[in-house]
């Protein structure tokens, strides 16, 4: 299915569910939501060494993984949609590289979820993030926190500046 089909089923989710609705809705871009993303996805950033730190990177992983993912919400609000759906959220992000809005690449956004395209390399961020959520494994091997905490701050850091352009 293509990025453009992806966007119009999720608007069409959007249309329906009211205030709680599943998809994504067009909307006027709003900065001030956007900064409050931001500054959630600054929050879980922070979070991902207190909860190494006092023996919980487990949720470390989920930490990566949405800080990350306010960072894209951020990008979705500035480009003016409301976003209630992971897999619309990437469609949108998606299709502003296509356009090539952003400076983050397809092959980097699919480090962070890559339920659509199978780029053939380690877990993703999702992968990782579902793996140490719904199994029962409590701790991250150190050279994984570190290069997990990596690759988060590099894409953390790629997706600010496509914000603060």
Same mark, same amino acid.
């Given at each position: 299915?293509?990025?453009?089909? !992806? $966007?119009?089923?999720?608007?069409?989710?959007?249309?329906?569910?009211?205030?709680?609705?599943?998809?994504l809705?067009?909307?006027?871009?709003?900065?001030?939501?956007?900064?409050?993303?931001?500054?959630?996805? $600054?929050?879980?950033?922070?979070?991902?060494?207190?909860?190494?730190? &006092?023996?919980?990177?487990?949720?470390?992983?989920?930490?990566?993984?949405?800080?990350?993912?306010?960072?894209?919400?951020?990008?979705?609000?500035?480009?003016?949609y =409301?976003?209630?759906?992971?897999?619309?959220?990437?469609?949108?992000?998606? !299709?502003?590289?296509?356009?090539?809005?952003?400076? $983050?690449?397809? =092959?980097?956004?699919?480090?962070?979820?890559?339920?659509?395209?199978?780029?053939?390399?380690?877990?993703t961020?999702?992968?990782?993030?579902? &793996?140490?959520?719904? @199994?029962?494994?409590?701790?991250?091997?150190?050279?994984?926190?570190?290069?997990?905490?990596? &690759?988060?701050?590099? @894409?953390?850091?790629?997706?600010?500046?496509?914000?603060?352009?």
């Amino acid at each position: 299915m293509s990025v453009h089909e !992806k $966007i119009s089923k999720c608007i069409q989710s959007g249309e329906k569910g009211g205030e709680r609705h599943k998809g994504l809705r067009k909307i006027a871009p709003d900065i001030k939501k956007a900064a409050s993303h931001v500054q959630k996805a $600054i929050h879980n950033f922070q979070a991902i060494t207190i909860f190494k730190e &006092r023996g919980y990177s487990d949720w470390s992983v989920s930490a990566g993984f949405y800080a990350l993912y306010h960072l894209l919400l951020a990008i979705v609000i500035k480009e003016g949609y =409301e976003s209630r759906n992971q897999r619309c959220t990437f469609a949108v992000i998606e !299709k502003m590289i296509e356009e090539k809005k952003l400076s $983050i690449t397809l =092959e980097e956004l699919k480090e962070i979820d890559d339920t659509d395209i199978d780029l053939g390399h380690s877990e993703t961020m999702l992968d990782l993030r579902e &793996r140490y959520q719904y @199994l029962t494994k409590t701790q991250m091997e150190e050279q994984e926190f570190n290069i997990f905490k990596t &690759r988060v701050k590099y @894409l953390f850091d790629k997706l600010r500046n496509d914000i603060e352009r």
